[in-house]
């Protein structure tokens, strides 16, 4: 279950943290999944037109079991900002929606919009691309990315709504 929060009062009560604590990520990102409000502890791909990682990661559990019940991971994938290639499609977006994932952000594109609007996970990503990936089982995982600017390090929480996405070095609700 999402918690209940809005990214404008996370940011009206931690404004003035360091950035290594509190970061927002520029209003760049469209909604494309059925979630629109999502938060969760992050899992990092990097990777450049090839997807591999990323449905490495989304065929997998994308939720932990904590003593407070069940909590959905965001998956941040820096795509490098890339235009050409999708990187999350249905069939994809489907599995993550399977396995738990509270979200997945993407420094990048996705496809299959009618697919993704329909399921139910968080999905944020720069623009919609019909062309696929190329498969060359390139990329890493499990590391610091940057996004539009911003770095994101695995192990951080993600807070996403409808006025934005922010990312902090703990925990917040």
Same mark, same amino acid.
């Given at each position: 279950?999402?918690?209940?929060?809005?990214?404008?009062?996370?940011? /009206?009560?931690?404004? =003035?943290?360091?950035?290594?604590?509190?970061?927002v990520?520029?209003?760049?990102?469209?909604?494309?999944?059925?979630?629109?409000?999502?938060?969760?502890?992050?899992?990092?791909?990097?990777?450049?037109? /090839? =997807?591999?990682?990323?449905?490495?990661?989304? /065929?997998?559990?994308?939720?932990?079991?904590?003593?407070?019940?069940?909590?959905?991971?965001?998956?941040?994938?820096?795509?490098?900002g890339?235009?050409?290639?999708?990187?999350?499609?249905? =069939?994809?977006?489907a599995?993550?929606?399977?396995?738990?994932?509270?979200?997945?952000?993407?420094?990048?594109?996705?496809?299959?919009?009618?697919?993704?609007?329909v399921?139910?996970?968080?999905?944020r990503?720069?623009?919609?691309m019909?062309?696929?990936?190329?498969?060359? =089982?390139?990329?890493?995982? /499990?590391?610091?990315?940057?996004?539009q600017?911003?770095?994101?390090?695995?192990?951080?929480?993600?807070?996403?709504?409808?006025?934005?996405?922010?990312?902090?070095?703990?925990?917040?609700?």
């Amino acid at each position: 279950m999402t918690p209940s929060f809005a990214t404008c009062d996370l940011c /009206d009560t931690y404004k =003035n943290e360091a950035p290594e604590v509190f970061r927002v990520l520029p209003p760049v990102f469209k909604d494309f999944g059925a979630r629109r409000v999502f938060c969760g502890p992050v899992v990092t791909v990097k990777c450049f037109e /090839d =997807n591999t990682l990323v449905k490495a990661a989304v /065929d997998s559990c994308g939720y932990d079991e904590t003593p407070e019940g069940r909590v959905g991971k965001v998956l941040v994938v820096d795509g490098a900002g890339s235009l050409r290639r999708a990187l999350l499609g249905g =069939n994809l977006g489907a599995a993550a929606a399977k396995n738990g994932w509270a979200g997945v952000v993407i420094d990048g594109c996705v496809r299959d919009v009618a697919e993704l609007a329909v399921l139910d996970v968080g999905i944020r990503a720069l623009a919609s691309m019909p062309m696929p990936t190329e498969k060359k =089982n390139q990329g890493w995982k /499990d590391l610091p990315v940057q996004i539009q600017g911003v770095w994101v390090k695995p192990g951080e929480w993600l807070y996403a709504d409808a006025d934005g996405m922010v990312v902090s070095a703990s925990r917040l609700l």
